[in-house]
């Protein structure tokens, strides 16, 4: 038997950053490699993503995945043993039609994902292989993404403590991966000195490690990040840029927004008007999700009306090739969020990020908030060439595995190593 034949595929319930069971899986091959993968979960979830399968009932408040695991075991994993780990794309495809459902609901896309990052870890162990490297074989350099990290967050991942989910500091002014983690450290201790001087408390962290403070309003979130910044001895919009979560899904109220931060509902017009007015007084590069998931005429709005900023959708696009490809024809956005457990496999996930980049759209390789101690994302965002990654905070050791994985890499690299950078952004009109 050829030393990367599956022969075994194992798989129990762990639990995630939130406490929160998720499937676990290793994968394990004739030549004795071996993979293993924990999958995340998302707060901030859209209705078209991939479905996880939860036991429901009274066990972890139905938040269980006792029947994910079992179909692992008594159907996915069965089904891949003597095949080839490295014809991912076959095996994921043979994945999938075992589910027969667009969604994977049937026997759960938190399943599916997990067999399916496991056997590809296994693969490129079968080979020696770093992930990032058995991903992007030709590439003569190793991209090292350009990080939004967050700053302060509210939304789904602090109990609503401001109405937009994240802000975000981007270190475009960086030239390499390890000076932008720095910098970035630097403003998040800023950011904080300044909130102390204000008397706010700064001790609380939300899901993703972000400064869960309660402010008066979404704007001064910008204001103090913008203030950490100047106090890290950087430059606003030069050195370090900031993005924004706007998470608006979360705060759709039929065709309107509610802001209950401002005690008001807006329309989605004077929603467009409001972060135009942020943008031209605050350094801002990156907008995520600022109109809700099926809004797509708002959105076309906003994307003429906004062209001087990188427009991200997450919930929109939820990692889905049709949805990217409706983006495209409708002249929608300029740039997508990938998040591998939307699509339910990591083919998937790459067929949607390389559609965005054929058309020109930027791509960002993102966690989720309930996340685990793996760092195979940070390989995904390398090996993927995407360019940009959003995996949380610098705190929290769910968040410090992907930023470690990717210092690792840079030094692994060598002068093989180039940062991406400013560039990585969507084209700004």
Not at 121 to 129: F, M, V, Y
Not at 254 to 283: M, N
Not at 317 to 337: C, K, M, P, W, Y
Request: aromatic share 4%; with cysteine.
């Amino acid at each position: 038997m050829s030393s990367s034949r599956i022969t075994a595929i194992e798989a129990w319930e762990a639990l995630d950053s939130r406490g929160t069971p998720t499937v676990a899986c290793e994968a394990r091959l004739a030549g004795g490699a071996r993979g293993f993968a924990t999958v995340p979960s998302g707060a901030s979830v859209g209705t078209y993503e991939a479905a996880e399968l939860r036991d429901g009932g009274h066990r972890y408040g139905g938040r269980g995945v006792l029947q994910a695991v079992e179909n692992v075991r008594t159907q996915l994993g069965p089904a891949l043993i003597g095949e080839d780990a490295s014809e991912d794309a076959a095996l994921d495809a043979r994945l999938c039609e075992l589910d027969a459902t667009p969604n994977l609901s049937r026997l759960g896309a938190n399943a599916v994902l997990a067999v399916s990052i496991a056997v590809a870890l296994a693969a490129a162990e079968a080979e020696g292989l770093p992930l990032h490297r058995a991903l992007d074989r030709e590439s003569e350099t190793v991209l090292l993404p350009l990080p939004m990290i967050n700053i302060i967050s509210g939304g789904a991942h602090a109990g609503g403590a401001i109405d937009i989910q994240d802000v975000l500091a981007v270190p475009v002014g960086a030239r390499t991966f390890a000076e932008a983690i720095e910098w970035i450290w630097r403003v998040r201790r800023g950011t904080v000195e300044r909130a102390t001087a204000l008397g706010l408390p700064t001790a609380l962290v939300a899901d993703e490690g972000g400064l869960g403070l309660r402010l008066a309003s979404n704007r001064l979130a910008l204001e103090l990040v913008e203030a950490g910044i100047e106090a890290a001895g950087l430059r606003p919009g030069d050195d370090v840029a900031l993005a924004i979560d706007v998470a608006a899904t979360q705060l759709a109220s039929g065709s309107d927004y509610r802001l209950a931060a401002e005690s008001r509902t807006v329309s989605a017009d004077e929603l467009i008007e409001k972060l135009q007015g942020w943008c031209s007084k605050h350094p801002i590069v990156s907008l995520e999700d600022p109109l809700a998931e099926d809004a797509w005429q708002a959105w076309q709005l906003a994307t003429r009306r906004l062209g001087g900023v990188q427009l991200v959708g997450d919930d929109l696009f939820v990692t889905s090739t049709e949805r990217v490809q409706r983006g495209i024809d409708e002249h929608v956005a300029n740039a997508v969020l990938v998040k591998p457990n939307q699509a339910g496999t990591l083919s998937r996930a790459r067929a949607a990020l390389n559609l965005a980049q054929r058309n020109g759209y930027a791509t960002v390789i993102s966690a989720r908030s309930g996340e685990s101690e793996d760092a195979w994302l940070a390989d995904l965002a390398v090996g993927w060439r995407a360019g940009q990654i959003k995996v949380g905070s610098l705190t929290r050791s769910e968040r410090m595995a992907k930023w470690n994985r990717l210092l690792r890499i840079e030094q692994e690299a060598g002068p093989r190593a180039v940062f991406a950078g400013r560039d990585a952004l969507a084209p700004l009109s």
